[in-house]
């Protein structure tokens, strides 16, 4: 399943990459994206674990930018 | 003040009471108001921090998060420890100095890409908000796009936006196309026509039946495009993630070494290790990639941004990169460079008859007919003769057609035809590629129609501007006929074509020309010159995956098109190419100056502060001015 998230408070281009980095990293997950830009999250993961995957990457956003907010 | 969010306001707030405050401390510091040693030094810095956790708290708390988390090498941290390096050094001043300063800069550069990036949302606002339903009784409801349902007919009132495609069925008048093409001329539409989502209806009521839901139709499609296309990055920002991704931590050791080597070396360490502690919190604060890893992919997103404003669809940053570097572009003819249908393109009289009696006794006898050429005839004979005088209508497949009009026998065909027919036609007939077809009246010739695809109006100067813009070769690829394609050739002024070719042939000629750029660049895949594919996008999936970047045109409405291509052009018009090429350019052209500029300050900056030339007031501007500066340059791209 793929699906977008939108993004609040993602302050530092450098940051969504390291997100990026770190969500492409969690099990499940076929392909993430961070989009400094358009303030957007991309997570491609499988069906089964998709709500933990989701909540994995929450965690891995606030861990890099504890200011920045998923809308979900 | 309108234009900042609350929490920019917040910001800016805290920035401007820092600043009086650290404006206050420096004089009262240079005028020598503290005494240099004891207690008064405590007192300034007490002061001192003030304005520092004013305007920093907020860098402060995240770098302790980010210790928590692991996080380091990240800008709060490094920030942090080089400003509580500073105070440990006894520079108040200048430990204040960065953390304002570059506060300044997140503030200001913050504030940028928030305006760039709504400046792009507003350009692809041709989302639709609502739609106005009209139920069986005739009673309208406003809903949710996302409501709509195949088969519902919609209300959609002058000056609003078409919520989904559909077809109209009921009411006739303009609608404006410029948000989805950039073409400025608005579309007439009426009863039974097709009508795209995005498009804003003109002065009168239309009512449409739904034909797609709003997930599938073509604004979701677009919106759903352009937001991905940063996600394909180019190589450009991919190379600046990996140079980010290496950058800051080679630094940091840098100044760890920076701060500890050369006092153990010289002996001397308890008496200069201050000095070289301080030049190490300068190496930090010049440490982060901020100038690139923002300006960059703001350049690129600008340029996609530029290409969908001219009605062209990039579909990533990698194509965008692609498209400044096309050497070759191979074009379909039929569809891209031609109408793709036939036009009467001449008509020739013989002796004792003018053109208009030879079209008007030709279309007489193609009423009938639903052959293309038939319909060009038809088409261009203005005045024809009345349908109740014409009668035996006799066709030969593949060959021609006699009728009779009043008391006149016509025959219209090819050659063969004629001959069995038993008219003789002169010598001197047309020469022009195309397809002849004769007209006889009464068993004797009257003259030539000569029927061909006519090339598209404005697509030879676009080849020109295509030249221009620096496309080296321009190849044209046609199932058609030699004479044709070398007579389309001439007229479009294109030196290169291949005719005759299968969808096959297509792939194979592309590839050969893939070849020869890989022999010219020394067998290097990675320098050759690019091959760009233009086509009408439906039947050409197979060439346009082979080709570097295919280029779909006249694809609005073609979800076929809009899959398979990488760049598509709304409407058909050739001209957008050259426009497409000339932002990518300058997207790249845009990017380097970043690239270059920063990357030269930062070095500078980093040799002259190993040097102790450079002081932290110098690293600052390395730091936030450098990416100031990039970020401007980059929104150059949102004001074309």
């Known amino acids: 399943m793929k699906k977008k998230f939108k993004l609040i408070d993602l302050d530092c281009a450098n940051c969504a990459a390291k997100m990026e980095e770190a969500i492409k990293k969690l099990d499940g997950v076929n392909d993430a994206s961070v989009s400094f830009m358009t303030q957007k999250m991309m997570i491609d993961a499988?069906?089964?674990?998709?709500d933990q995957v989701v909540q994995e990457a929450v965690k891995c956003i606030a861990k890099v930018e504890p200011d920045c907010q998923v809308v979900l | 003040m309108d234009r900042f969010t609350k929490k920019q306001k917040k910001e800016l707030k805290r920035i401007g009471i820092a600043f009086v405050l650290f404006v206050a401390m420096m004089i009262a510091e240079h005028t020598g108001v503290f005494p240099e040693e004891g207690a008064g030094r405590w007192l300034m810095l007490a002061l001192y921090l003030v304005p520092y956790f004013i305007v920093g708290q907020d860098v402060v708390r995240k770098c302790?998060?980010?210790?928590?988390?692991?996080?380091?090498?990240?800008?709060?941290?490094?920030?942090t420890v080089a400003t509580v390096g500073a105070f440990g050094c006894g520079e108040f001043g200048e430990a204040v100095a960065v953390m304002l300063f570059y506060q300044i800069g997140e503030f200001f550069q913050g504030y940028a890409v928030g305006k760039s990036r709504g400046a792009i949302t507003d350009l692809m606002s041709i989302a639709p908000d609502f739609a106005n339903r009209e139920s069986e009784d005739g009673s309208v409801e406003t809903i949710d796009p996302d409501d709509i349902e195949v088969g519902d007919i919609l209300v959609i009132k002058p000056g609003e936006k078409i919520p989904t495609d559909g077809t109209v069925t009921e009411g006739s008048g303009l609608v404006n196309t410029s948000a989805l093409t950039g073409e400025s001329v608005p579309r007439p539409v009426s009863e039974g026509s097709q009508v795209i989502s995005g498009c804003i209806n003109g002065e009168s009521l239309l009512k449409i039946r739904a034909e797609k839901?709003?997930?599938?139709?073509?604004?979701?499609?677009?919106?759903?495009?352009?937001?991905?296309?940063?996600?394909?990055?180019?190589?450009?920002?991919?190379?600046?993630?990996?140079f980010a991704h290496y950058y800051t931590p080679a630094v940091v050791i840098a100044a760890v070494i920076l701060a500890?080597?050369?006092?153990?070396?010289?002996?001397?360490?308890?008496?200069?290790?201050?000095d070289w502690v301080l030049r190490a919190c300068t190496f930090l604060v010049i440490s982060c990639p901020c100038a690139l890893v923002i300006s960059v992919p703001l350049a690129f997103f600008g340029g996609i941004g530029a290409a969908s404003r001219n009605g062209v669809l990039v579909k990533g940053s990698n194509y965008l990169e692609l498209m400044a570097n096309i050497d070759t572009l191979v074009s379909d003819k039929t569809g891209t460079l031609t109408e793709g249908k036939f036009k009467v393109a001449m008509v020739e009289a013989a002796e004792g008859y003018d053109t208009n009696e030879v079209l008007r006794y030709a279309a007489a006898a193609e009423t009938g007919s639903t052959h293309p050429i038939a319909a060009a005839i038809c088409e261009a004979c203005e005045d024809p003769i009345a349908q109740s005088k014409i009668k035996d209508l006799l066709v030969t497949p593949g060959k021609g057609v006699t009728a009779s009009a009043g008391r006149e026998r016509i025959t219209v065909g090819n050659r063969s035809f004629f001959e069995t027919e038993g008219i003789e036609i002169p010598e001197a007939a047309a020469d022009i590629a195309g397809t002849d077809c004769f007209v006889g009246k009464n068993g004797k010739y009257i003259g030539t129609i000569v029927v061909a695809?006519?090339?598209?109006?404005?697509?030879?100067?676009?080849?020109?501007?295509?030249?221009?813009?620096?496309?080296?070769?321009?190849?044209?690829?046609t199932g058609d006929s030699e004479d044709v394609a070398s007579s389309v050739a001439a007229s479009l002024g294109i030196t290169d074509w291949r005719s005759g070719l299968l969808p096959q042939?297509?792939?194979?000629?592309v590839e050969e020309i893939l070849e020869r750029l890989r022999a010219q660049a020394g067998n290097g895949d990675r320098k050759r010159g690019r091959v760009a594919f233009a086509g009408d996008g439906i039947n050409d999936a197979p060439v346009l995956s082979v080709s570097d970047v295919g280029i779909a045109m006249g694809s609005l409405g073609s979800d076929a098109a809009i899959e398979a291509a990488d760049v598509v052009i709304m409407d058909d018009d050739l001209k957008r190419i050259p426009k497409v090429i000339a932002v990518a350019r300058k997207t790249l052209g845009i990017s380097k100056q970043n690239i270059v500029f920063a990357l030269f300050v930062k070095f500078l900056c980093l040799a002259l502060g190993a040097a102790g030339i450079a002081n932290m007031w110098v690293a600052v501007f390395a730091d936030v001015g450098v990416a100031v500066i990039c970020i401007?340059?980059?929104?150059?791209?949102?004001s074309r």
């Open chain 2, 64 to 79: 302790f998060i980010g210790i928590k988390n692991r996080q380091l090498f990240d800008e709060s941290f490094l920030m």
């Open chain 2, 213 to 242: 839901e709003y997930d599938d139709c073509t604004v979701s499609q677009i919106l759903e495009l352009v937001e991905e296309a940063s996600s394909k990055k180019s190589v450009t920002e991919n190379f600046i993630t990996r």
């Open chain 2, 505 to 509: 042939d297509k792939v194979k000629a």
């Open chain 2, 453 to 477: 695809d006519a090339p598209k109006a404005g697509a030879k100067e676009a080849i020109s501007e295509i030249k221009k813009a620096g496309v080296k070769n321009v190849v044209m690829l």
């Open chain 2, 260 to 274: 500890f080597v050369p006092p153990l070396l010289s002996g001397h360490f308890a008496a200069e290790f201050g």
């Open chain 2, 632 to 638: 401007l340059n980059s929104m150059r791209m949102l």
């Open chain 1, 46 to 50: 499988d069906d089964a674990v998709f």
